[in-house]
Nanobody, 129 residues
Framework: QVQLVESGGGLVQAGASLRLSCAAS????????MGWFRHAPGKEREFVAAINWSGVRIYTADSVKGRFTISRDHAKNTVYLQMNSLKPEDTAVYYC??????????????????????WGQGTQVTVSS
């Protein structure tokens, strides 16, 4: 089992920055990749960004490309989501997820929620206009 704990959410004004952190513990040796998803009220949960454990492969949703950056600290078993130029439409609960699956590397795998077996509890990000 892998446990994930997110932190760093909050209430900010449009244009501000936040950095989310996700600390993994437990059987982290099984992790192939980690990702961030978000769930806004009235919408389905959507993919934001993902990174494989070596940091070589990175995927970012078009809606946040150029503003959000995913990174990882292997030694700390932690993944970060740096969010700049935040907009009100970025308001959502942000979830960290971990994938132990080799199929994550298949086309479309990184963005598919079904590829992730472990999920954090979520952290709220609210961006006011």
């Amino acid at each position: 089992q892998v446990q994930l704990v997110e932190s760093g959410g909050g209430l900010v004004q449009a244009g501000a920055s936040l950095r989310l952190s996700c600390a993994a513990s437990g059987r982290t040796v099984n992790i192939q990749a980690m990702g961030w998803f978000r769930h806004a009220p009235g919408k389905e949960r959507e993919f934001v960004a993902a990174i494989n454990w070596s940091g070589v492969r990175i995927y970012t949703a078009d809606s946040v490309k150029g503003r959000f950056t995913i990174s990882r600290d292997h030694a700390k078993n932690t993944v970060y989501l740096q969010m700049n130029s935040l907009k009100p439409e970025d308001t959502a609960v942000y979830y960290c997820a971990a994938s132990p699956r080799r199929s994550w590397y298949n086309p479309g795998g990184a963005t598919g929620q079904d590829e992730y077996d472990y999920w954090g509890q979520g952290t709220q990000v609210t961006v006011s206009s």
